[in-house]
């Protein structure tokens, strides 16, 4: 049995750094009253490389607006019932590579001695008294507290086995071609108009240049598509309604991002705290997470400050109530019949301002504003997800 030292313990102990433990451990190095802290930042790899490219709508400045790949100012919404551009402002529409971000954060990280990262496999988490062990393959170490961002798909569907889990599944390619494609200034939020064989199926242009795109095919269902149907339907968008017959593809993306209404645990006991997806921090009716992460690591440093000496009492927020509601509904529809949600989206677009859409998904919105959202699409298919959520309580 191993015993804590000077060497293996920390006050605080960040469990992953992926991109919600990054923002926490940043958030932390920006704070002056907790530069006295010992924080150790653990993962199983210390991640460079351009492996996700995260995309959120803000009206606030962030510290990352310096390093993003690009913003937008206008969005394009296609369906078969709605063709709509629609100024966002005060909203922008950011994008960021995650080469960018690892590179600002680590570069931010190492002129803060005190946070130091630790590269290994953890294994356990084990609370004993008042300290938290985690056993790694590198031996123990030992935190007052820790915040745990680790998961894999596995643990996500074990842990949802009674919930309603759709994925949120994608194929992307970011595109070069050799005369003028696209409209830099305007991104293509939503394309419905491709057949929705019973699923939500659309496409999103994100436009570097007027050379260059990131055109994804996105898809949320129960089941995965085999890769000739991705890269099929894909490749039909490009020539069929971009129109673009000669390209280079520069990047691929593929991904799978879980939607649930499983309602994640924040508290892992009393010195554990989620957070990031193992937090329930990915929107569960459309799987952004970024900005509610970044919201998270301010949340989490303010009560760090303000329960210096009483770490136990940190409060953790959920989602309203009533976002976790009408997040259900929209999953049980996806479940019962995809196909519906683009009419539902059209209407939600045609019919409320565009800054009221971003509130009522951010969930900022009043109650009197969300009961315009739901006058403005169609009731029926939420009177029966309404009857199915009661049903299987
Ligand atoms: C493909 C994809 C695209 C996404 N795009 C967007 C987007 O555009 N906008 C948006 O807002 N959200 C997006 N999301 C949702 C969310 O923002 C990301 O998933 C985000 O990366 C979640 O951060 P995280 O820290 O929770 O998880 P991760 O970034 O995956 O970090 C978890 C970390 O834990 C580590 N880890 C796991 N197990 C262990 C272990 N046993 N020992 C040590 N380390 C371990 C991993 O190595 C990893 O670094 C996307 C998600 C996916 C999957």
């Not at 259900?328 to 519906?340: H, Q, S, V």
Request: proline residues 3%.
């Amino acid at each position: 049995m191993s015993v804590s030292t000077e060497e293996n313990k920390a006050d605080i102990i960040i469990s992953g750094a992926g991109a919600a433990g990054l923002l926490l451990a940043f958030q932390i190095a920006q704070e002056p009253k907790l530069s006295n802290k010992k924080v150790f930042l653990i993962d199983k790899t210390k991640r460079y490389g351009n492996d996700h490219t995260w995309c959120f709508w803000s009206k606030e400045q962030t510290p990352f607006d310096d390093i993003l790949a690009n913003s937008w100012e206008e969005l394009e919404f296609l369906s078969n019932s709605l063709q709509q551009t629609f100024k966002l402002n005060p909203y922008k529409y950011k994008m960021l590579k995650s080469a960018s971000f690892y590179q600002f954060i680590w570069q931010k990280l190492d002129s803060h001695p005190n946070i130091q990262f630790i590269e290994t496999e953890i294994n356990e988490l084990v609370e004993v008294g008042e300290q938290v062990e985690l056993k790694t393959t590198a031996g123990s170490f030992y935190g007052n507290l820790v915040f745990d961002s680790r998961f894999s798909q596995d643990w996500i569907k074990q842990i949802t086995s009674k919930s309603n889990l759709q994925l949120q599944h994608f194929l992307g390619y970011t595109i070069k071609t050799d005369i003028d494609s696209f409209d830099p200034e305007t991104i293509r939020m939503f394309d419905f108009r491709i057949p929705q064989a019973g699923e939500v199926r659309f496409v999103y242009v994100l436009p570097l240049s007027k050379t260059e795109a990131l055109v994804e095919f996105t898809v949320f269902s129960g089941k995965l598509l085999s890769d000739k149907t991705y890269k099929e339907i894909l490749e039909n968008y490009i020539s069929d309604y971009l129109q673009i017959a000669d390209y280079k593809i520069l990047e691929e993306e593929t991904g799978v991002i879980p939607m649930t209404d499983y309602v994640f645990e924040r508290k892992n006991g009393k010195r554990i705290i989620n957070i990031g997806t193992r937090g329930g921090l990915c929107k569960p009716s459309t799987g952004y997470a970024f900005n509610r992460m970044m919201e998270d690591a301010k949340n989490m440093v303010s009560e760090l400050v303000k329960h210096d000496k009483d770490v136990e009492e940190i409060e953790v927020k959920y989602a309203e109530l009533r976002y976790q509601v009408y997040d259900a509904m929209l999953l049980d529809i996806i479940k019962r019949d995809g196909g519906k949600i683009s009419e539902i989206f059209s209407q939600m677009f045609k019919k409320n301002p565009i800054q009221r859409v971003f509130r009522f998904l951010d969930e900022e919105t009043t109650f009197a504003e969300d009961l315009k959202v739901m006058k403005s699409v169609p009731s029926f298919p939420f009177f029966i997800s309404i009857f199915n959520l009661f049903r299987n309580r």
